[in-house]
Structure formats: structure tokens, C-alpha cells
């Protein structure tokens, strides 16, 4: 069975500090992981994903995430934290022994102080 | 034009009735999904339906079905609402067997009083 832990339920930085969200990925066969971000009262939005072509990952608004297969992690960094920032990260997994369907780490709230 | 639509935005409704939530996607994916979240954010599969399966989490009561007009809609009824129904409940949709991400749609907001 394929699933993801996320260490750290609420992480708080600085602005202007690094952000590092941490995704731990349990797989018998190389997986698809992907990282999302959910703002307040929204849905679900794609930050960037990793399908077993390059193993470190650029995304959206400065994100990026590095596979790690002797680790089996995913985690995601960003160099600067902004206040926009603030959200609810989910690191997922997908894959065929998912039966194609995506498994969700339990989500890490981000806090930026100002 | 907007990928994925849920509506009702926002359910309220009491305890013992049945409720719908539509679903659509104009992505021409060919897997859809039903996730719910609860106060806690935490995100469950509840179902994965594409035109050949349809894969239910074993823990998902039968007072949920899902309902597939066609490959673009997929409807969650929900028959005798209980207060622990409350939660977020998000529809999903992707390509089955390619390595891309699901989208999601904005959500449904249900509330049982």
C-alpha cells in the first residue's frame, strides 16, 4: 500500500525566512507524488507534482520539492516565506498501486509572521 | 471556464433528509472523485468512479452513493443525513493511467443541524 506522512502538523516562519514542509512517502513501486495548497474556504490547488523524470521539482509561486528515494521523502522548500503563503499544504501520492486513486498526508497549516 | 464545479456552494440541512451534490468537470478526464474533509482538514477518498470501476472506501456508510450521468458528471446522494455528515466534500477529477495530478473543485460546504 502507498502512503505519505507529513511531520509537523503547523509550521510557523518568518516572512523572508525558509519554508520547509516535510513528506515522507511509503511505496513498493516508485510513486507520483505531488504537493497542493488549499487557501482559506477554497479548493485544492496543484503546487507541483513529481513523476520519476527529474527528481528535484520547480512549482508554482517558488516552490520547489526534491525526491529523495534513499530517504523516501518529497519535501517542499520555498527560500522566502511572503504572507500569501499562509495555507494548508497536502503532500499526496498516486500511482498504479493506488488503483489511480490519490492518497492525502494529514495537511500542514503554515503560518507567516509578519 | 471553470475545470471542475461543485454546487451547492453552501448546504444546510437537518438531520434524516436526503441531499444531492453535482459535480462536473469540463476536462474531458475520464476518473472523477469524492473526498471528504473534516474540521480537522483532513482529506478521505470516499470514491474513485471512472466508466469501467467504481472503487468505494470500505468505510464510506451506503448512505453515500455516487451517480454517473456521464463521464463528465459524477452526483453524491447522500440518504438520512447524520450531524457526523458534516464536513467539506470535495470532487476531484484526472486521467486514468497518466501521470497527472487531480483537479478539484471548490468544494461543498454541507452542515447538519
Known amino acids: 500500500a502507498q502512503s505519505v506522512t507529513q511531520l509537523g502538523s503547523h509550521v510557523s516562519v518568518s516572512e523572508g525566512a525558509l519554508v520547509l514542509l516535510r513528506c515522507n512517502y511509503s511505496s513498493s513501486v516508485p510513486p507520483y507524488l505531488f504537493w497542493y495548497v488549499q487557501y482559506p474556504n477554497q479548493g485544492l490547488q496543484l503546487l507541483l507534482k513529481?513523476?520519476?523524470?527529474?527528481?528535484l521539482v520547480k512549482g508554482i509561486n517558488g516552490f520547489e520539492a526534491e525526491f529523495k528515494k534513499s530517504e523516501t521523502s518529497f519535501h517542499l522548500t520555498k527560500p522566502s516565506a511572503h504572507m500569501r503563503d499562509a495555507a494548508e499544504y497536502f503532500c499526496?501520492?498516486?500511482?498504479?498501486?493506488?488503483?489511480?486513486?490519490?492518497?492525502f498526508g494529514t495537511g500542514t497549516s503554515l503560518t507567516v509572521i509578519p | 471556464d471553470t475545470a471542475v464545479s461543485q454546487t451547492p456552494k453552501y448546504l444546510v440541512t437537518q438531520m434524516g433528509n436526503d441531499k444531492s451534490i453535482k459535480c462536473e468537470q469540463n476536462?474531458?478526464?475520464?476518473?472523477m472523485y469524492w473526498y471528504k474533509q473534516d474540521s480537522k482538514k483532513f482529506l478521505k477518498i470516499m470514491f474513485s468512479y471512472n466508466n469501467k470501476e467504481l472503487i468505494i472506501n470500505e468505510t464510506v456508510p451506503n448512505r453515500f452513493s455516487p451517480k454517473s450521468p456521464d463521464k463528465a458528471h459524477l452526483n453524491l446522494h447522500i440518504n438520512s443525513l447524520e450531524l457526523g455528515d458534516s464536513a467539506v466534500y470535495f470532487c476531484a477529477s484526472s486521467e486514468t493511467g497518466r501521470r497527472t495530478e487531480a483537479f478539484f473543485g471548490q468544494g461543498t460546504r454541507l452542515t447538519v443541524v
Open positions: 499526496a501520492v498516486s500511482g498504479l498501486n493506488t488503483g489511480n486513486q490519490f492518497y
Open positions: 476536462l474531458g478526464h475520464d476518473t
Open positions: 513529481y513523476t520519476s523524470a527529474a527528481t
